[in-house]
């Protein structure tokens, strides 16, 4: 059964720093593009980054660019999402999912409605 578990969330300040963690179970991520999203209370869920299945390419929201890194070790069949100079405006529970590498999905898009399989979320508060 294919899973996908996040964890890392939680309260931080403004500025501070998280390392969410999308573990995969059921299925090996080397083959699968994977994307980061969130949804804020009262908000359509966001894309955050996304990363490819070959040669790793990203793509990343203009509102997380050069503050979140997106990483993924195939060895521990986990995908990474290093949040740094976090602002209040992060706050959000946090989903990660993925979608198969296929022909006609070559590299992965930060779009919600291109993912099939999804965790169940982790939340992120930032707050003084």
């Known amino acids: 059964q294919l899973q996908l578990v996040e964890s890392g969330g939680g309260l931080v300040q403004p500025g501070g720093s998280l390392r969410l963690s999308c573990a995969a179970s059921?299925?090996?991520?080397?083959?699968?593009?994977i994307g980061w999203f969130r949804q804020a209370p009262g908000k359509e869920r966001e894309g955050v980054s996304c990363?490819?299945?070959?040669?790793?390419?990203?793509i990343y929201a203009d509102s997380v660019k050069g503050r979140f890194t997106i990483s993924r070790d195939n060895a521990k069949n986990t995908v990474y999402l290093q949040m740094n100079s976090l602002k209040p405006e992060d706050t959000a529970v946090y989903y990660c999912?993925?979608?198969?590498?296929?022909?006609?999905?070559?590299?992965?898009?930060?779009?919600?409605?291109?993912?099939?399989?999804w965790g169940q979320g982790t939340q992120v508060t930032v707050s003084s």
């Open positions: 999912a993925a979608e198969p590498r296929r022909p006609v999905k070559a590299h992965c898009v930060p779009y919600s409605s291109w993912y099939n399989y």
């Open positions: 059921g299925f090996t991520l080397d083959s699968y593009h």
């Open positions: 990363i490819s299945s070959s040669g790793g390419g990203t």
